[in-house]
């Protein structure tokens, strides 16, 4: 359980990081010159790679919750007591 606490914190701490450099991208919006084909395409390619990164978080928290749950399951059932 420590470890599956850690592991959600480590992709809260990604998913935050991620966050910050999309608000400093859009707070700096008249600096990128997004009002340029140019610019609005950067920026464009800038929020895909960011998709791109959170989808990789998520996609990595959700695979490390089913690895989690299997495990917790096998426990389970290892102590489960029988009935009868």
């Known amino acids: 359980l420590a470890s599956a606490h850690a592991a959600t914190r480590e992709s809260i701490g990604r998913l935050d990081a991620i966050a910050e450099e999309i608000d400093r991208a859009a707070s700096g919006l008249s600096y990128l010159a997004v009002d340029t084909p140019m610019g609005a395409r ?7 790679d960011k998709q791109r990164e959170i989808a990789t978080v998520v996609a990595d928290a959700r695979e490390l919750g089913r690895a989690k749950r299997a495990v917790l399951d096998g426990l389970r059932a290892q ?5 009868g």
């Open 42 to 48: 950067e920026f464009r390619r800038f929020l895909a």
């Open 79 to 83: 102590y489960a007591v029988p009935t």
